[in-house]
C-alpha cells in the first residue's frame, strides 16, 4: 500500500461543511485555547446549519466520540474541560460533569 487510508473520521474533521477548523485545533495545550479556536471557526463559518454554540460543540464532540480508547485520559480531560469553557465563553450555564462509566451505579 503507497499511502496510508484515512480514517472517515479524520476526513469530517478536515473537511466537515459545519466549520473550517483551524490547524491542530484538538492539539492546542489548553482547554481555554481549544475553546476560543473552536469559537471563532464557529462564528466564521457561513455553512454551519445551526447555532454557532451548537456547531462547535458538536464537531468538539464528534472528535472525543472518534478518538474513543485510543484517547488518553488526560487529553480526555483537557477536551472534556474545553467544553465548559465553550459554554462560558457563548454565555451558557455550566453542565455538570459525568462521572467516568466505571464509576457509574457504585454506591459510596
Known amino acids: 500500500m503507497a499511502k496510508a487510508q484515512r480514517k472517515w ?3 469530517v474533521t478536515e473537511r ?3 466549520l473550517d477548523l ?3 485545533v484538538f492539539t492546542q495545550s489548553s482547554a481555554e485555547d481549544i475553546a476560543e479556536s473552536l469559537k471563532r471557526s464557529a462564528e466564521a463559518s457561513p455553512r454551519r446549519k445551526s447555532s454557532a454554540f451548537r456547531s462547535a460543540m458538536s464537531m468538539l464532540t464528534f472528535y472525543i466520540n472518534r ?3 485510543n484517547l488518553p485520559e488526560a487529553r480526555r480531560e ?3 474541560d474545553a ?4 459554554r462560558s465563553l457563548f454565555g451558557r450555564s455550566a453542565k455538570p460533569r459525568a462521572k467516568p462509566a466505571g464509576d457509574r451505579g457504585r454506591k459510596s
Not at 467544553?83 to 465553550?86: E, P
Request: avoid cysteine; hydrophobic fraction near 20%; glycine fraction near 10%.
Open 67 to 69: 478518538a474513543g480508547r
Open 22 to 24: 483551524e490547524p491542530d
Open 83 to 86: 467544553k465548559g469553557r465553550l
Open 9 to 11: 473520521s479524520q476526513e
Open 16 to 18: 466537515s461543511d459545519a
Open 78 to 80: 483537557k477536551l472534556e
